[in-house]
């Protein structure tokens, strides 16, 4: 079993960075999958970026492609996600997700963490 913790949520101004974090428990991590998502208000969880459990392979949603980017360290249980160049419709709660597919659908993770707010003014 993962326990997932994210960290590093806030508020920013249009066209700022940031960085989050997700810590994960338990010493099977690196076997993992990783997600992130995120769900703005009134509106279904989407899918923004994965990495494969050795963290050899990435892919981000066409909504966040060149903006956002995904990493992992497995010696460290985290998983990060750099957000640049942020824009309001970036503003969501951010989780991170632990499966065993490489798969965008959030259905097919099996952990979660419980989220971290960005909020991005224009």
């Known amino acids: 079993q993962v326990q997932l913790v994210e960290s590093g949520g806030g508020l920013v101004q249009a066209g700022g960075s940031l960085r989050l974090s997700c810590a994960a428990s338990g010493r099977t991590f690196s076997s993992y999958v990783m997600g992130w998502f995120r769900q703005a208000p009134g509106k279904e969880r989407e899918f923004v970026a994965r990495i494969t459990s050795g963290g050899g392979g990435t892919s981000h949603a066409n909504s966040v492609k060149g903006r956002f980017t995904i990493s992992r360290d497995n010696a460290k249980n985290t998983v990060d996600l750099q957000m640049n160049s942020l824009k309001p419709e970036d503003t969501a709660v951010y989780y991170c997700?632990?499966?065993?597919?490489?798969?965008?659908?959030?259905?097919?993770?099996?952990?979660w963490g419980q989220g971290t707010q960005v909020t991005v003014s224009s």
């Open positions: 997700a632990a499966g065993q597919y490489y798969t965008s659908s959030d259905a097919r993770y099996d952990y």
